[in-house]
């Protein structure tokens, strides 16, 4: 009897050590239902990488997922247009600075920065891995809303059925064409869909105002998905 006593005390501690662990997204994103942002404007992807075009096809991966997350989300099209005439096309320059313009401008209620810290196509092994870092900063005062980094590898990989010498060979030959041809878009988004999935959802979303006892994710995540 007094063993059985012992395990029971032992799954309530465990148990109660999971229920403390669980952090909401209450309490890791606050602003967020504090200020109830219902638009927001993409900025120019900061690019720290090699990859001169990452900039500019990143940035149009980021539209939809937002939607999707329940956000009125201004036209890529047109918002890159402004900034290239309005010399906001370094989004750097936005970063820490003051960003009432955008509210004024456009109506925007907060600001989503990208910082491409790698991109990495790996045509052997079969992925596209995407470092990038997400930030959202309230229009209104300049607060960081929401931040989370993620390194997220895409597997391109193709395994046949055959075996031995020349079933291997076949699937680095297809695996190596599947990557190459894998869109550049197509990878970014997955990665945005896979680090945004703890943001807090918008007006339009059907979890609107529901979410903030769910479990948040850590500021930095690290996964492989197909």
């Known amino acids: 009897m007094k063993k059985y006593i012992i395990l029971g005390l032992v799954a309530m501690l465990v148990s109660s050590c999971a229920q403390q662990s669980l952090v909401t997204r209450e309490s890791q994103y606050p602003l967020m239902y504090q200020e109830r942002p ?35 989300v201004y036209s890529p099209m047109m918002t890159m247009e402004m900034f290239q ?4 096309y370094d989004a750097e320059r936005f970063l820490e600075a003051d960003l009432s313009q955008f509210r004024n ?52 990989s193709i395994h046949t059925t055959g075996g031995g010498l020349f079933g291997a060979l076949a699937d680095i030959a297809a695996t190596a064409i599947n990557t190459a041809a894998t ?14 999935s703890d943001l807090p959802e918008g007006k339009y979303g059907a979890h609107y ?18």
């Open 38 to 72: 219902l638009s927001i404007v993409v900025m120019p992807p900061i690019n720290q990488t090699n990859h001169v075009e990452a900039k500019d096809f990143f940035y149009t991966t980021l539209y939809a997922p937002l939607c999707e997350k329940g956000y009125y």
């Open 85 to 88: 005439t309005e010399s906001a």
């Open 105 to 156: 401008v456009l109506g925007a209620d907060a600001a989503m920065f990208t910082i491409i810290k790698m991109w990495q196509r790996s045509q052997v092994g079969g992925s596209l891995t995407a470092d990038v870092e997400y930030i959202l900063r309230s229009t209104k005062t300049g607060q960081t809303l929401y931040q989370r980094e993620g390194k997220i590898s895409v597997d391109t």
């Open 183 to 196: 869109d550049k878009i197509v990878a970014g988004r997955k990665c945005t869909v896979y680090v945004l």
């Open 209 to 226: 105002d529901k979410d903030q006892k769910l479990g948040a994710g850590k500021k930095f995540v690290t996964a492989t998905v197909r």
